[in-house]
Nanobody
Framework: QVQLVESGGGLVQPGGSLRLSCAAS????????MGWYRQAPGKQRELVAV???????NYADSVKGRFTISRDNAKNTLYLQMNSLTPEDTAVYYC????????????????WGKGTLVTVSS
């Protein structure tokens, strides 16, 4: 079984910073793209940022210049550095990975973490 576990969420004041992490564990052969998504109360889940296995990145316009996505392929870990946070960034942040399962499966599959809450408030 594969698990994605996010950490690093919490309460932060406007203008502050947080760093989210997402650790992938279990029977993993390889990980292709990884990404961060978020869902604010009453809104649909939206893409925040994605990163390919080679390190190419894409960001939502709303976070460009403030957020940085990165990954450590050796540790199967994804990061999101969030700076200059505003109340509009308040949401549950989810990690996503498109990966190839290990073991006898070798199946490509899409996995999601359970999310970590980020609250930006004074």
């Amino acid at each position: 079984q594969v698990q994605l576990v996010e950490s690093g969420g919490g309460l932060v004041q406007p203008g502050g910073s947080l760093r989210l992490s997402c650790a992938a564990s279990g029977s993993i052969f390889s990980i292709n793209a990884m990404g961060w998504y978020r869902q604010a109360p009453g809104k649909q889940r939206e893409l925040v940022a994605v990163i390919s296995s080679g390190g190419s990145t894409n960001y939502a316009d709303s976070v460009k210049g403030r957020f940085t996505i990165s990954r450590d392929n050796a540790k199967n870990t994804l990061y999101l550095q969030m700076n200059s946070l505003t109340p509009e960034d308040t949401a549950v942040y989810y990690c996503n990975a498109f990966l190839r399962e290990g073991g006898g499966s070798m199946r490509w599959a899409d996995y999601w973490g359970k999310g970590t809450l980020v609250t930006v408030s004074s």
